[in-house]
């Protein structure tokens, strides 16, 4: 089974608006964080946002937000006040925390492309 | 802002020869990692390096991949004897200790082309 996945290949918003990035997530380890990372063309990823499986609340940073709902094992990344530079890939990733044996790796979902339209 | 820097940008090598990606991470950073990505494919982790060793691999990473720290600052990946499905980007990445929360600083990456 797939530990991250992203439904949606493509998405496209007009800019100003907000727009909702699928992630869905895979695991039985109750200490895992949640990322999501931004490649522009030029291609460096770039972090976004981070969620840990035990924080309260949603993480939020700037006009990026991370919909954080544990039960269904999901993470969805809400942009808002869309702008024309948002445009790019977007990967969702996981880290488990292997009950403290983790090393860090992250585990990417396949992305999602975003474009902005004027 | 400190960074991580990757060298060379892109490099294209013949099948069969091998190629040395270096990195530098950033300077407080203990852990460092190197990541794939075939081209309109999703990222794929590689190896972590941890305290002047390997912590984990995946199965990508086979006999022909090594890693090392040589002088404290770089950290490299060798690839002995490339094949044309090793062309992708490597990223470079690390982190600092602390929680299960901290974030990846990745590299700008190496394009690697093998023909």
């Known amino acids: 089974a797939q530990k991250i996945t992203q439904t949606q290949p493509g998405m496209f918003v007009q800019e100003k608006e907000a727009v909702t990035l699928d992630c869905t997530y895979d695991?039985?380890?109750?200490?895992?964080?949640l990322f999501w990372y931004k490649q522009p063309s030029s291609g460096e990823m770039i972090f976004l946002i981070y969620?840990?499986?035990?924080?309260?609340q949603n993480a939020t940073e700037g006009r990026y937000s991370l919909n954080f709902q544990k039960a269904r094992k999901s993470a969805n990344l809400v942009i808002s006040a869309s702008q024309l530079g948002d445009s790019a890939m977007y990967f969702c990733?996981?880290?488990?925390?292997?009950?403290?044996?983790?090393?860090?790796?992250?585990?990417f979902g396949q992305g999602t492309i975003l474009t902005v339209h004027p | 802002e400190p960074e991580v820097t990757q060298t060379p940008s892109h490099q294209v090598t013949q099948m069969g020869q091998e190629v040395i990606l270096r990195c530098v991470p950033i300077?407080?950073?203990?852990?460092f990692y190197w990541y794939r990505q075939i081209l309109g494919q999703k990222v794929e982790f590689l190896v972590s390096?941890?305290?002047?060793?390997?912590?984990?691999k995946s199965e990508i990473f086979d006999d022909q991949f090594s890693v090392e720290r040589p002088d404290g600052s770089n950290f490299t990946l060798k690839i002995r004897s490339t094949k044309l499905e090793d062309s992708a980007m490597y990223f470079c990445?690390?982190?600092?200790?602390?929680?299960?929360?901290?974030?990846?600083?990745f590299g700008e990456g190496s394009r690697l082309t093998v023909l």
């Open positions: 990733a996981m880290r488990e925390d292997a009950g403290g044996t983790s090393y860090g790796k992250l585990t």
């Open positions: 390096f941890y305290n002047n060793e390997i912590s984990e």
């Open positions: 969620q840990g499986s035990y924080d309260q």
């Open positions: 300077s407080n950073h203990l852990y």
């Open positions: 990445a690390s982190r600092r200790r602390g929680p299960v929360g901290g974030e990846l600083f």
């Open positions: 695991t039985s380890d109750p200490s895992y964080g």
